[in-house]
């Protein structure tokens, strides 16, 4: 597994949430939550992932939730159950082409 890969995989989705970002430093990659900043404020949140199984992991969770804030409408409403279990599969089928060649 590279970050080339683990970035190709996840390159669709990061292209359209533009909540998340992923930067390069000279300490491995951040993935930064743009929306987790607060009114007044200038922190947000922030990973940084020094191995590529670690960004395939925070951007799989990204993925994940981002997935639900769409399907709720922006969390207007719950996930249903079997909705939650459908998007932990496609986050799972995602983090799985990671690791192919």
């Known amino acids: 597994m590279t970050y080339e890969k683990v970035l190709a995989v996840f390159q669709d989705y990061l292209a359209e949430d533009k909540a998340c970002e992923v930067l390069t430093s000279s300490q491995g990659y951040l993935v930064v939550d743009w929306d987790s900043r607060k009114k007044d404020s200038e922190w947000v949140t922030s990973r940084l992932c020094q191995t590529p199984e670690h ?39 995602m983090s799985e082409r990671c690791g192919e060649n």
């Open 55 to 93: 960004l395939r992991d925070v951007l799989r969770s990204r993925y994940e939730e981002y997935q639900g804030y769409k399907l709720t409408g922006g969390y207007k409403r719950e996930l249903l159950p079997s909705e939650d279990v459908d998007i932990r599969r496609m986050g799972e089928a």
